[in-house]
């Protein structure tokens, strides 16, 4: 008779069959995500037993990390030789939205992502916005690219009115689908639950830095059963 209250892994869900992953850090040795060709293929492994069918490479490029176009197309194509399997992996990045960004938009070198290549994965610092964050994401708009803020429910200066101005930028929103098992605390999984309720995502992504933190993750049981329905319509 509580079987509305049961709550499913992401595993046994089901919701990663056909899913296409928009924000990993599975490149290896470029950032703070996977350090090793081995357990990037590793990482992959486990993808195709979940069923994932594509997933965007995101490495960091900002001022602390200040990764290279060339040097993030090499490393890419390093890992496109030795991976195999049927997953289609692509190379774009996440954009911080500091100095080194300012540079780059200027120049138009970006790694972006899309079917078209006009949408830029970009974040902010977790607990406060950049000096003219409306300004930074108009100028995106302005070079031709639609701004996709990562994981905004992890920013802890972001509230709902911050939200609904976003949106009236026309800026997508990316969900790590791991906020959802309280990956980074109950008061972000709440976040992300209330803006799926209320329609603001648009793309959804894992995240994954760590392999051993992926297999832990996935079989956590967390996601309520209405959340569990509602995340399908971000996925493709």
């Not at 990045?93 to 780059?104: I, K, T, V, Y």
């Not at 138009?108 to 950049?130: A, I, K, Q, R």
């Not at 790590?176 to 799926?196: C, H, P, Q, T």
Request: negative net charge; glycine residues 6%; contains cysteine.
């Amino acid at each position: 008779m509580w079987s509305f209250k049961k709550r499913y892994s992401l595993q046994e869900s089901g919701i990663f069959q056909g899913f296409t992953d928009w924000h990993s850090h599975i490149l290896p040795g470029v950032d703070d995500g996977i350090q090793t060709i081995e357990e990037a293929l590793q990482i992959l492994a486990e993808y195709e037993r979940l069923g994932i069918r594509e997933v965007w490479l995101t490495p960091h490029i900002m001022e602390d990390i200040p990764n290279t176009t060339a040097y993030l197309r090499k490393r890419f194509t390093e890992l496109q030789t030795v991976y195999t399997g049927p997953i289609n992996l692509h190379l774009a990045a996440e954009n911080m939205l500091d100095n080194l960004f300012e540079e780059r938009l200027e120049k138009n070198d970006l790694l972006p992502l899309g079917e078209n290549n006009d949408h830029l994965l970009v974040e902010t610092s977790y607990f406060s916005p950049p000096i003219g964050l409306s300004d930074f994401l108009l100028r995106i708009k302005s070079k031709g690219y639609i701004p996709i803020l990562a994981h905004p429910e992890r920013y802890n200066y972001m509230d709902e009115n911050d939200y609904q101005q976003l949106k009236g930028l026309n800026v997508k929103f990316q969900l790590n689908l791991f906020s959802l098992v309280g990956a980074y605390g109950v008061g972000i999984r709440k976040k992300a639950e209330w803006l799926i309720k209320n329609d603001f995502y648009d793309l959804v992504g894992s995240d994954t830095h760590c392999i051993a933190v992926l297999r832990k993750t996935i079989y956590k049981k967390q996601i309520q059963r209405n959340i569990q329905s509602m995340i399908r319509c971000y996925f493709g």
